[in-house]
């Protein structure tokens, strides 16, 4: 049973569906009262599946109020899929011009403490509840004219769960010790500077890159004036990126990556990221499940698919608990691996790590270039060095590359 929700001016619309998307029923409830009409419905003998907009912002509503649901249908990450898939190219979703089902979900806003329980709520297209029931019966309509409609059926739950799921992970947070953090901050950068300034660490760094560069006044934090400063000197740097300083044998090298990886550090995950990011001792990101045309989540804010290696301890869990940590065990070389039917590159990844299978097999020399040449080679890197190593996997894994790129031709061309 699908029940479809709608914003309407008075408050929100419940619409009964069955499985071919006929209105069996209505009715509308305040906003107000919206949270306790979806759990006595959830509380039903038959759990329904919810059809909404937009999961973050409905299932943030009901987890503040305190309720949580077991299913849903995203219509605009289905769209997503449905709009693409080769198996739906025939329907008449996928030959609609585009349009706002096309466009990406209202941006999150930033954690607010005056913000009310049904501020989300606002946060939609302003789409009626007959569009919604519309675009519903145009997924359903897609998916039973495919040619594997079970397959199909299977990948928008799962989509769908997973937007439950980010939500949920966004509102519960993550459990993050301040305490922690904040030394090795001062482990790691010297303590937190006043107003604003640089922290010791940095202000030692760039002392000695001044004074071996002989440049008393270079503003360290500036590529264009440091990439001046190393010609000055000799140095034949074509920019200032790690992997083509790293290329160079000078003294100034060392202390000027480091520089770079703490800068990044303070700026990225230092003490206003933990201000900003951790509330009463969780970290409160938000996941965009299908945020990125490949299909995987992205993240608005705080930087939550990224964290560096430096502060990830501060991930501590709650008192009588235990965090469980899984890893995709590089998923996506491994799926193209099979899908190539590319046996050299599956045998490099037999073992627990790909990435030191291409350097065992003599395809590059460290695990940080065998990481970097094949998340390039996969997501069309051509220059830098993602470039550089390409023409290595090429000879190596001639099924995978190729693979890829006839994929990237096919895309393209578009549709046939």
Not at 307 to 335: C, K, Y
């Amino acid at each position: 049973m699908h029940i479809l929700v709608a914003r309407t001016p008075s408050g929100v619309r419940l619409v009964d569906l069955d499985a071919t998307g006929t209105v069996t029923g209505t009715r509308d409830v305040p906003s107000a009262e919206w949270p306790a009409v979806a759990a006595a419905r959830e509380r039903a003998a038959t759990s329904p599946r919810w059809v909404w907009d937009d999961t973050a912002a409905w299932a943030r509503t009901l987890i503040a109020a305190g309720v949580r649901v077991a299913r849903c249908h995203d219509l605009r990450l289905c769209h997503a899929i449905l709009r693409l898939s080769t198996q739906t190219a025939g329907s008449e979703l996928a030959r609609l011009p585009a349009g706002p089902w096309d466009r990406a979900a209202p941006s999150e806003r930033e954690p607010s403490a005056s913000a009310t329980l049904f501020d989300d709520l606002d946060t939609s297209d302003g789409r009626s509840p007959d569009e919604l029931v519309a675009e519903l019966r145009l997924q359903l309509e897609a998916v039973a004219a495919s040619a594997e409609p079970g397959r199909l059926r299977l990948l928008l739950a799962a989509e769908s769960a997973g937007a439950l799921v980010a939500a949920e992970m966004s509102a519960d947070g993550l459990p993050w010790d301040t305490s922690v953090h904040d030394a090795l901050l001062v482990d790691l950068l010297g303590g937190r500077p006043a107003h604003g300034g640089a922290p010791p660490a940095l202000l030692r760094l760039a002392a000695r890159v001044r004074e071996i560069l002989r440049a008393p006044d270079l503003n360290v934090d500036s590529p264009p004036d440091v990439l001046r400063a190393l010609r000055r000197a000799g140095i034949d740097a074509a920019s200032t990126r790690q992997w083509e300083l790293q290329e160079i044998d000078h003294p100034v090298i060392a202390p000027l990556l480091e520089h770079k990886r703490l800068s990044r550090l303070l700026t990225a995950n230092g003490w206003t990221w933990m201000e900003t990011w951790i509330r009463d001792g969780r970290f409160h990101p938000e996941y965009v499940p299908g945020g990125v045309v490949t299909g995987r989540w992205a993240a608005s804010g705080g930087g939550a698919l990224q964290l560096p290696r430096q502060i990830r301890s501060a991930v501590r869990a709650d008192r009588g608990w235990r965090l469980v940590v899984a890893d995709a065990a590089q998923l996506e070389p491994r799926v193209l691996a099979a899908l190539a039917e590319d046996r050299a590159m599956a045998d490099a990844g037999r073992g627990t790590d790909l990435y030191q299978g291409l350097v065992d097999a003599g395809v590059v020399d460290t695990r940080a270039h065998a990481k970097v040449a094949m998340l390039g080679a996969m997501y069309g890197a051509t220059s830098g060095e993602s470039g550089r190593l390409m023409p290595r996997l090429v000879r190596a894994y001639p099924r995978a590359t190729g693979y890829v790129e006839r994929a990237a031709r096919a895309g393209r061309a578009g549709p046939s």
